[in-house]
């Protein structure tokens, strides 16, 4: 067995079919099938299943498959480092960030360009489930996400907490001379709450809150998407609960912002990696930006 023998049945898993395989791989039908054939009489196993003309994994096949995948996972990681060791800080950073989290980014990232000119960046959005599966995936470097999450798999850096505040149309005359709201007031309105895709998330956070308090909210949406709670909410749909800082990074017109003053909602967010991998001195070097400001954050 060698890695063009094991590229080769990767890329068989990863197509379904051969045919596709051969195409992707830039070869012919015959060798691949071959190099299959030859694989599956060496280890003594079938590894795929013909169903018709697709290929399935048999219990065998998904076993290499899995640490095949791990292997060249480990390699790319190699590889990696030797090159960094030689070039210093070079290459593409690719970092996931919660849409309610992007007002980290724009002056870390600035700061980091001034500092290494050579890094390029390849940001990624979505709720923070999906960017932890993306992490898993070796989709992204690093994210941004909010909390809870399950960390088990990941090193965590914790960012300072912030409060939640209310959001609401600008044009509700109820509520317009007010700088403050409480929580039975939200819990009389139409709510539109963010709701992450998969797992337990603010969403969950804000029910217990009322459930604390014996109230029962008007949820009329739920949505993974800041800025479209936002619009909504401009639009007059109904108020929302969410982090100072996400609405702070928005310019929405329509909406005025509240202090929920009878209840402490805090949001916490958290800067994620995968444990046990080999992380880019890129990676290290945009973590550590985020490890001095909380350094300077709380001597001050």
């Known amino acids: 067995m060698d890695l063009r023998q094991l590229r080769y049945f990767c890329t068989i898993a990863t197509e379904g079919q051969v045919t596709r395989a051969a195409k992707k791989l830039h070869i012919a039908q015959p060798p691949l099938s071959q190099s299959l054939k030859a694989?599956?009489?060496?280890?003594?196993?079938?590894?795929?299943?013909?169903?018709?003309?697709?290929?399935?994994?048999?219990?065998?096949?998904?076993?290499?498959?899995?640490?095949?995948?791990?292997?060249?996972?480990?390699?790319?990681?190699?590889?990696?480092?030797?090159?960094?060791?030689?070039?210093?800080?070079?290459?593409?950073?690719?970092?996931?960030?919660?849409?309610?989290?992007?007002?980290?980014?724009?002056?870390?990232?600035?700061?980091?360009?001034?500092?290494?000119?050579?890094?390029?960046?390849?940001?990624?959005?979505?709720?923070?489930?999906?960017?932890?599966?993306?992490?898993?995936?070796?989709?992204?470097?690093l994210a941004i996400v909010r909390m809870p999450l399950d960390i088990k798999d990941f090193s965590v850096q914790i960012l300072p907490n912030?409060?939640?505040?209310?959001?609401?149309?600008?044009?509700?005359?109820?509520?317009?001379?007010?700088?403050?709201?409480?929580?039975?007031?939200?819990?009389?309105?139409?709510?539109?709450?963010?709701?992450r895709i998969s797992g337990t998330g603010q969403y969950e956070l804000i029910i217990d809150m009322f459930d604390k308090h014996g109230l029962k909210p008007n949820i009329i949406v739920d949505c993974p998407d800041v800025d479209m709670i936002l619009k909504l909410v401009s639009e007059e749909v109904g108020a929302t609960i969410i982090p100072a800082s996400s609405v702070s990074n928005n310019h929405i017109k329509g909406v005025k912002m509240l202090k929920i003053n009878d209840v402490d909602i805090i949001s916490e967010s958290a800067?994620?990696?995968?444990?046990?991998?080999?992380?880019?001195?890129?990676?290290?070097?945009f973590i550590e930006l985020f490890r001095q400001e909380i350094e300077q954050y709380k001597t001050n």
């Open 39 to 141: 694989l599956e009489e060496e280890l003594e196993v079938t590894l795929f299943e013909r169903n018709g003309r697709k290929m399935e994994l048999t219990e065998p096949g998904m076993v290499l498959y899995k640490n095949a995948i791990h292997l060249f996972n480990q390699l790319d990681e190699t590889i990696m480092e030797v090159k960094e060791v030689g070039q210093g800080v070079k290459g593409t950073l690719s970092i996931g960030c919660v849409k309610s989290c992007f007002s980290h980014m724009p002056r870390r990232i600035k700061a980091f360009r001034e500092m290494y000119p050579g890094i390029t960046f390849e940001l990624r959005e979505g709720d923070s489930y999906l960017l932890s599966e993306q992490l898993k995936n070796r989709d992204i470097d």
């Open 162 to 195: 912030e409060n939640y505040l209310a959001v609401i149309p600008e044009t509700w005359n109820t509520h317009t001379s007010r700088t403050t709201i409480t929580l039975d007031d939200l819990a009389n309105l139409p709510l539109l709450l963010l709701h």
């Open 271 to 285: 800067v994620i990696w995968l444990k046990d991998y080999y992380l880019s001195k890129s990676a290290q070097r």
